[in-house]
């Protein structure tokens, strides 16, 4: 999740470390490439979504608290 935030907020502060860490985990290059681009779309789509101002709809209230937050992490604070 370090890589993944750290992607979120300054991709340009990625150093060869970061990527080395999680080849220590098992992580293939692919796999690591793929980490970026996931974290990078959410980014590209939250964007998105906030700048359109999307409301959540019932399904989104019907989820789990913690995936709610998860969802949440980089948008805009909803108004209740």
Do not use: N, W
Not at 44 to 52: E, H, I
Request: proline share 5%; net charge negative.
């Amino acid at each position: 999740m370090d890589f993944a935030e750290k992607v979120a907020l300054d991709p340009t502060r990625i150093t060869e470390a970061d990527a080395e860490t999680l080849r220590h985990y098992g992580l293939s290059d692919l796999d690591v490439f793929q980490v970026v681009l996931a974290v990078c779309l959410r980014r590209f789509f939250s964007g998105v979504v906030s700048a359109v101002g999307t409301v959540p709809d019932q399904e989104y209230e019907k989820l789990a608290p913690e995936i709610r937050t998860a969802i949440d992490a980089f948008g805009r604070p909803r108004s209740a």
